[in-house]
C-alpha cells in the first residue's frame, strides 16, 4: 500500500520561504518518478515540479523555475520542496504524486497522492 503524507504548508509573507515534505511509504522514490502539483479552488491541477529518482533529472514549471528547488532525502525516501521568494500568486493546496501513470512529467497523470497541505503567500 503506498501512501504519501505532506507537511510544512502554512501561511508566510511575499518574498518569503516554505519548505514541503512528503513522506512515502510503500514506492521508492529513489527509482521511480515524483512531482509536486498545486491547485486553486475552481482551478485544475498545475504542475510544479518533477524528480526522475532513477537519474535525478528535473523539471519546473515556468512559475517557479529559480524559486523552487525539488529534491529528495533517499535515507527517508522524502520528496522535498524549497521554496524561495514566494508570491501571492503561488497561493495553493500543495500535494505530492508518485508514479507517473504514462510519462514523468508535469501532467497531473499519477497513480498515487497525497492529502496535500496548504500555501498562504500574503502580499
Known amino acids: 500500500q503506498v501512501q504519501l503524507v505532506e507537511s510544512g504548508g502554512g501561511s508566510v509573507q511575499a518574498g518569503g520561504s516554505l519548505r514541503l515534505s512528503c513522506e512515502v511509504s510503500?514506492?521508492?522514490?529513489?527509482?521511480?518518478?515524483v512531482a509536486w502539483f498545486r491547485q486553486v479552488p475552481g482551478k485544475e491541477r498545475e504542475g510544479v515540479a518533477v524528480?526522475?529518482?532513477?537519474?535525478?533529472?528535473?523539471y519546473y514549471a515556468d512559475s517557479v523555475k529559480g524559486r523552487f528547488t525539488i529534491s529528495q532525502d533517499n535515507a527517508k525516501n522524502t520528496l522535498l520542496l524549497q521554496m524561495n521568494s514566494l508570491k501571492p500568486e503561488d497561493t495553493a493546496m500543495y500535494y505530492c504524486?508518485?508514479?507517473?501513470?504514462?510519462?514523468?512529467?508535469?501532467?497531473?497523470?499519477?497513480?498515487?497522492w497525497g492529502q496535500g497541505t496548504q500555501v498562504t503567500v500574503s502580499s
Open positions: 504524486a508518485a508514479d507517473a501513470a504514462v510519462k514523468c512529467t508535469l501532467v497531473p497523470a499519477y497513480n498515487y
Open positions: 510503500g514506492y521508492t522514490i529513489s527509482s521511480g518518478c
Open positions: 524528480l526522475v529518482g532513477g537519474n535525478g533529472v528535473t
